[in-house]
């Protein structure tokens, strides 16, 4: 079992910038895909980004540009840099590894094996 634990939200007013970290329990970045979701108030779940255990990542067309997703192996760490953050950014923001298919991750799928509890990222106009 690998528990993932995100942290770095908060609020901000549009146009600022926020980076959120997840911290898994155990190693899974250089073996795992690894991704960043979110979900608005009333909308489904969606990707924003995803990195792949050899580092080839994929955005949503609504973030290209804006976000960045990093990942640290050797301290299990993956990042979410957020610029020129926009009101319809805010969301909870979710922490996702997917063990079973390392290369090639679905950033529209959310068939992944772990989840964090998420992080809430909210940016006022």
């Known amino acids: 079992q690998v528990q993932l634990v995100e942290s770095g939200g908060g609020s901000v007013e549009a146009g600022g910038s926020l980076r959120l970290s997840c911290v898994a329990s155990?190693?899974?970045?250089?073996?795992?895909?690894m991704g960043w979701f979110r979900q608005a108030l009333g909308k489904e779940r969606e990707g924003v980004a995803v990195?792949?255990?050899?580092?080839?990542?994929r955005y949503a067309d609504s973030v290209k540009g804006r976000f960045t997703i990093s990942k640290d192996n050797t301290k299990n760490t993956l990042d979410l840099q957020m610029n020129s953050l926009k009101p319809e950014d805010t969301a909870m923001y979710y922490c996702?590894?997917?063990?079973?298919?390392?290369?090639?991750?679905?950033?529209?799928?959310?068939?992944?094996?772990?989840w964090g509890q998420g992080t809430q990222v909210t940016v006022s106009s």
């Open positions: 996702a590894a997917d063990r079973r298919r390392p290369y090639d991750c679905d950033l529209g799928s959310l068939d992944y094996d772990y």
């Open positions: 155990r190693y899974t970045y250089s073996r795992y895909c």
């Open positions: 990195i792949s255990s050899a580092g080839r990542t």
